[in-house]
């Protein structure tokens, strides 16, 4: 792959001139093919020499050999016709590369970061004798991961195109004595007609399965690495293997059974090819033809079938081995919601428990690489949602879905996805269990309940919030709300979260997502909502808030801020949101202060969440519930050190918390442009120095105790205490408003209703 060293300096002036020169080849080689200015051309060699009254060996051998001289003048024709636009789209596209990597290093730089010669991002702060009385704040990680990210693809662009010419250069310079008859209309032809090419290559290989040796596996990987977005490729490849093909090439090849499963070198190769062929298989379904449209119904078909392997008793269901293979890309929409209801079709119709159905060691086979006893392989509907958490619009209809025997939607065997996968109930679906006697398969059902109310895959690390400017937008927007009521409704009790093990780490980022309406649920007071005003101060409208009810939302976060990870997530998404609300109101200060004030209550919420949490953690234990609360403490410190000013006009802060698990999330902001909601980006990364910082657990506990509060309590009020310095109120109007925010404060550690653990106050 190019640097970005390579990518700035290259001289597209010799390319550009080469494309240029080929255009007027191509000018005079036409002439000379088919004439056009009264000279002499092959086009008119050729009808002379067919109309000439040939005798003797000029009636065979002349003829012909003039006709076949005069057929290369139009076979030069084409292949320069073919070099010139391959030169052409070349420079066109290396010349638009070059210039977006010239704009991102200017851009990242002012933000003081800086791209090294391998592409990746590092802080460049200026030292204190060049940055003078200017204070300078380092860029994030998440800042540095999307710089990174963001060369990145440039990067990859700019290699394919000169991969994919310099293959088509190199095809038209491979004979020496004959030109080629066919040429390329131009890269994305040349980019077509390679894939086909490589699907050929890579079939005769498949056809071995199990056989290839460790060399063609590895050449096999590469190939597929290199054109997994194809769309000519992945069609030609899947529908040559053909539906059962493509299920027993990945089952013989996971698992040959020669002894044992493949280890070592093998092993990891095979986890590359699977994550490869996940992605061919995602670009393939998206094809129309005939042959595709075949392939993906014979994929369903198949799934109730047995792919067995010579010599083995195991032989999996189809569906389990189609499952380990969705794990990356996004597969086509329609697919997903047939394959889907038909898998879950098959499982509910055969009234056993799914582990039975799914785990049952006679047919157990590896079919996923690394092994991981927490989320086997084994359970096609885990792999199913994994899908799903790639493709937001096929989520969000599938969990508004129903699926089940019987002949239409009113058969009573019918069952909303949502009932039977998330909502509980005697009808709801027996999770298969891990190694660790837990169940199953909760991550990947997290991953695509955050596609479908965010808006965006899971993992996208760049993640932005959908537009809000069609009435297509707005509807989705609305579905995707509706589901989130449904999520706070469901999970509003630690109890819920704690019984489906891996899902809370997704509620979290879909709590930070939708923390907008969820500060319009909490501001509804004794039901007050419709009369103080909260639609405008939150522009409910504009951004098309949902009332998720306000005790359903106090359960929602409570049972979230309990957790270390999903607080320190929380309470940062919170910040963000709480001082954007105050910039929406503008120059309004009543409105601003009111927002303020509503930011205050939710810290306090989220704060004695956690609070409590800690208390029942370390009931009996007062040292090491001083040392959680000293924690807590320093990230609350940490979060007051990176807030900003609230004035007009003057966004939220980007905040970094402390924790490693929580991922990127869009935080809506309060005030939106004409493209729809606002966001921000916060990213949240370990900080070794806090989890070795050592702690003094003496006599002196309730200290540590007051100084977590303390924090809590400063990092709360921050945004109202910057809003009223920067407006100039008075002591006594600070005063005023400090009071009005204890109040708030208290009445956030009230709404968790509990009391504080074993005797130390709230």
Excluded: C
């Amino acid at each position: 792959m190019m640097t970005p060293q390579q990518l700035s300096d290259l001289h597209l002036g010799k390319l550009g001139t080469a494309a240029s020169e080929w255009r007027v080849m191509v000018g005079k080689l036409e002439k000379l093919a088919g004439g056009g200015d009264g000279g002499i051309s092959a086009a008119d060699l050729r009808r002379k020499a067919e109309a000439a009254d040939w005798q003797g060996d000029n009636a065979t051998v002349t003829r012909k050999f003039v006709g076949v001289t005069a057929r290369q003048f139009d076979d030069i024709l084409t292949e320069a016709r073919s070099v010139q636009k391959v030169l052409l789209d070349a420079h066109t596209r290396l010349k638009k590369h070059k210039a977006d990597m010239s704009e991102a290093i200017t851009r990242w730089a002012k933000q003081n970061i800086y791209i090294n010669d391998k592409g990746g991002a590092v802080p460049a702060v200026p030292p204190p004798a060049v940055a003078g009385e200017a204070k300078v704040e380092p860029p994030t990680q998440a800042e540095l991961d999307s710089a990174a990210a963001e060369i990145g693809r440039i990067l990859n662009a700019a290699s394919e195109v000169d991969r994919i010419a310099a293959r088509a250069l190199r095809q038209h310079a491979r004979s020496a004595y004959d030109f080629n008859e066919t040429g390329y209309k131009g890269l994305a032809d040349a980019d077509r007609r390679q894939g086909i090419a490589d699907a050929d290559t890579l079939l005769k290989l498949a056809a071995k399965r199990d056989g290839m040796t460790l060399d063609e596996l590895k050449f096999f990987n590469e190939t597929a690495a290199r054109q997994r977005d194809n769309a000519a490729f992945a069609e030609r490849f899947v529908t040559k293997l053909g539906a059962e093909g493509t299920l027993q090439f990945w089952r013989s090849l996971a698992d040959p059974g020669h002894g044992d499963t493949p280890s070592g070198e093998r092993a990891k190769i095979l986890a590359r090819v699977q994550d490869n062929l996940s992605l061919t298989l995602a670009t393939a379904s998206h094809g129309d033809s005939p042959a595709v449209r075949e392939w993906k119904s014979g994929i369903i078909a198949a799934g109730e079938n047995r792919m067995g392997h010579p010599g083995l008793m195991s032989a999996p269901y189809g569906f389990q081995v189609m499952s380990s293979l969705m794990g990356k890309g996004k597969f086509d929409s329609g697919f997903l919601d047939d394959y889907g209801n038909k898998l879950l079709e098959f499982e509910r119709s055969q009234r056993v428990d799914p582990e039975w159905l799914w785990d049952n060691a006679a047919y157990a086979a590896q079919l996923s690489y690394p092994p991981d006893a927490k989320n086997p392989s084994v359970d096609p509907v885990a792999g199913f949602l994994e899908s799903l958490g790639h493709n937001p619009q096929a989520s969000l209809e599938f969990f508004n879905g129903s699926s089940g025997g019987g002949p239409g939607q009113g058969s009573p065997d019918q069952l909303s996805n949502w009932d039977y996968l998330v909502g509980g109930g005697e009808d709801a679906r027996e999770w298969p269990m891990n190694e660790d006697g837990e169940p199953a398969g909760y991550e990947k059902l997290g991953h695509a309940l955050e596609s479908a109310t965010l808006g965006y895959a899971y993992d996208d690390r760049s993640p932005a919030a959908p537009p809000l400017r069609t009435d297509a937008d707005l509807e989705a927007r609305d579905a995707r709300t509706a589901l989130m009521d449904r999520v706070v409704g469901h999970y509003k009790g630690p109890e819920v979260v704690d019984a489906q093990p891996g899902v809370r780490e997704s509620l979290t980022r879909m709590a930070s997502g939708h923390i907008d309406s969820l500060n319009y649920s909490v501001d509804n007071w004794g039901g007050a909502g419709e009369l103080n005003g909260r639609d405008e101060l939150f522009g409910a409208e504009k951004h098309r808030l949902r009332d998720f009810g306000m005790m359903e939302s106090v359960g929602f976060l409570r049972a979230l801020a309990s957790d270390k990870d999903s607080y320190d997530t929380l309470s940062a998404a919170q910040q963000v949101y709480g001082t954007s609300a105050m910039a929406a109101q503008g120059d309004d200060q009543e409105h601003a202060i009111n927002a303020g004030l509503h930011s205050v209550i939710m810290h306090g919420l989220l704060d004695e969440s956690r609070s409590e949490a800690i208390g029942e953690e370390f009931a009996d234990d007062e040292a090491a519930k001083n040392k959680a609360l000293e924690k807590q403490a320093e990230w609350r410190k940490l979060g007051a050190s990176t807030a900003i000013a609230t004035t007009l006009g003057v966004g939220a802060a980007v905040i970094a918390p402390p924790v490693g698990a929580a991922a990127v999330v869009a935080v809506p902001l309060a005030f939106g442009s004409a493209q729809g909601i606002g966001d921000t980006r916060f990213a949240t990364d370990t900080i070794d120095w806090l989890e070795e910082r050592g702690y003094d657990n003496d006599a002196e506990a309730l200290e540590g105790i007051n100084q977590a509060k303390d924090q809590g309590q400063k990092n709360a009020v921050l945004p109202l205490l910057n809003y009223a310095e920067v407006h100039g109120m008075d002591s006594d109007e600070v005063r005023s408003l400090t009071g009005e925010a204890a109040t708030a404060y208290g009445k956030g550690n009230k709404l968790t209703d509990t009391d504080d653990v074993r005797g130390w106050g709230g």
